[in-house]
Structures are given as C-alpha cells and as structure tokens.
C-alpha cells in the first residue's frame, strides 16, 4: 500500500480535465464554425441538383458534418476519460478507498490477500493529496480499525487497530493489555489455523473498553514466546517508558495522536515499537472486506 495513487490521480485529472473544457469552452466552436462554412459551401455548390440525386446528397452532407465534427483522437481519448477519472477521485478521496492487505499483522482479522474498502468521511473530511481536514465528523475510537500513513514513511500505508486514544495509558505486558489500569478481558477460544505454515496459533477474544460499549474482536497470542521490544526514537518517545529489558511497554497517548496495534500481537510492528499516530496521518476507518480472489468467503464487513 505504498503506491501515492491518489497523487496519481489527481495530476491524470488535471491534464484530462484541462483537455475536456478546452474542447467544451473553444475547440468544439472553432469545429463548429468550421462545419457550417463547410456545409454552406456544399449547399452552394450542390443547388440546382435533381430531385433524384437528393438522397444521395443528403448522405454526402452528413458524412461530411460527421467528419468535420469529429474530436481528433488527442482530444477524444482525455476528454473521454476525464469524466471517469473525476469520478473515481471523488469517491477515493471523499467517500471509499479500496486497498489490499499485504501483511499478515492483523491476523486473524484480516488475512494476507484481503481486499477492503476503507471509510474516508467517518473521521472528517480532508482535502486529498494534502490530506488536511477541513470539516471535523467523528474521532477514532478504541477498537476502530484504522488505515494510516506510516509515521516514518508517510507514502506508505498501514493498518492496525486503535488501541489508545488522546490521554489513555496503554500498557502491554505477558501478552496482555491494560488500559487505564484497567486490565483489558481476554477469554480464549478455538485455536487460530494458519493455512500458510500449516501451524495453530492460541487465539483469544479480546474485549476493549469503547464510549459506545465493549468492542469484542479476536487477537492472536503465541504462547510461551517471550517478546521483546526494541523501541524507534519517536516523537513523544518520552511518554513510554520500557522496562529493563525491554518486555514491557507503557505510554501515555498524547493529544490528536493514536496507539494502535495489530490483532497478530507478536507478529506486529505497531505503536509498541514505533511510536503514535498523529490526526493527519490518518486515511480512513477500513470496514468491509469486498473481496479475496483467494477465498470468497471472506467478503463481507468485520470488526
């Protein structure tokens, strides 16, 4: 997901745009001027003609308005296209963005192959390529899953799940998450089958606390392996402390910034290594999975 599409886009719209309302607003008249002296020339020269030759010089007539109105192909093709691409910019950048999941870091939530669709307008909506919001909706909420641009690389996009929202203290420690000092509930269930190594994986339903109500979604564990966490020099890296060796972490969320984790606890770099995500890093809530060409059982909406 490092592809800068949308920049992409927006420069095919412009140069396609520039093309249609040139042809609008002075091209098609100058074609237009063209094909009425042309035709008035016709109708010149072809008075005096018989009856019986009327329908052919009809024909010859609309031929030739036909070819003097015709676009020239440097205009057919972008003027063409520019109507579909204006479209297509709209949604992604106003209403839905699709994206493929490339990683298997929210596991089992999302699978490697996913295909989803990514809500751009329930957090705000924001002015494409710069990405500044101009009109406030909704903030992300614990248990959201987020799209985002990476802190370190903001041409490339992750996803994760808001963990910690501004002010949380979010705390990991042996595998569990404890937010405000308050132990987040983890009861297990059947064991994860990941079909590309053929392994099973302890996998747990984890319970976040949200402003709406508890927020259930499945989280993978794997038992017994120790996890160490090797920290990025972040910004607000002074709100986390780690312990001595590194297998705790726990960081004060601050203001317009995000702590967010994959559900593939220890398969996962997230917040834990990397640090916050801030408001204008964020892209859109991903809710719905409209295809797998792997599995179609997966379409459909998650949490």
């Not at 020339?41 to 024909?59: I, N």
């Not at 007539?61 to 109507?83: C, K, S, T, V, Y």
């Not at 203290?169 to 269930?189: A, C, K, M, W």
């Not at 920290?231 to 967010?260: A, G, I, L």
Request: aromatic share 14%.
């Amino acid at each position: 997901m490092s592809l800068n599409f949308a920049l992409i886009l927006f420069w095919l719209m412009i140069a396609t745009g520039l093309v249609w309302f040139a042809d609008a607003l002075w091209l098609r008249r100058r074609r237009l001027a063209r094909t009425k002296a042309a035709l008035a020339r016709f109708d010149e020269q072809s008075a005096g003609r018989t009856p019986e030759s009327r329908a052919a010089l009809d024909a010859d007539r609309e031929n030739l308005r036909g070819d003097l109105m015709r676009q020239p192909w440097w205009i057919e093709f972008p003027a063409g296209f520019f109507p579909v691409i204006l479209v297509v910019f709209m949604l992604r950048s106003f209403l839905f963005e699709p994206f493929r999941i490339p990683s298997g870091s929210m596991i089992p939530t999302l699978l490697i192959g996913d295909l989803i669709l990514v809500n751009k307008f329930d957090y705000g909506i924001r002015l494409p390529i710069l990405n500044r919001k101009i009109w406030k909706v909704g903030d992300p909420q614990r248990g959201d899953v987020m799209v985002f641009r990476y802190p370190f690389d903001t041409t490339t996009d992750y996803i994760k799940r808001v963990i910690g929202v501004p002010g949380d203290r979010v705390t990991y420690r042996d595998h569990h998450l404890e937010i405000n000092g308050q132990v987040v509930p983890q009861s297990p269930t059947e064991d994860f089958l990941d079909e590309a190594r053929v392994t099973y994986t302890k996998q747990f339903l984890e319970t976040l606390p949200g402003p709406k109500g508890p927020v259930e979604h499945r989280v993978l564990n794997e038992e017994g392996r120790s996890q160490q966490f090797t920290p990025f020099d972040y910004k607000f890296r002074d709100n986390c402390q780690y312990s001595e060796n590194n297998t705790v972490v726990s960081c004060v969320v601050p203001p317009d910034h995000y702590f967010m984790m994959g559900d593939n606890r220890d398969n996962s770099q997230d917040s834990r290594y990397w640090g916050f995500v801030p408001d204008e890093n964020i892209v859109g809530k991903a809710f719905f999975i409209w295809m797998n060409f792997g599995n179609i059982k997966r379409i459909g909406s998650f949490q």
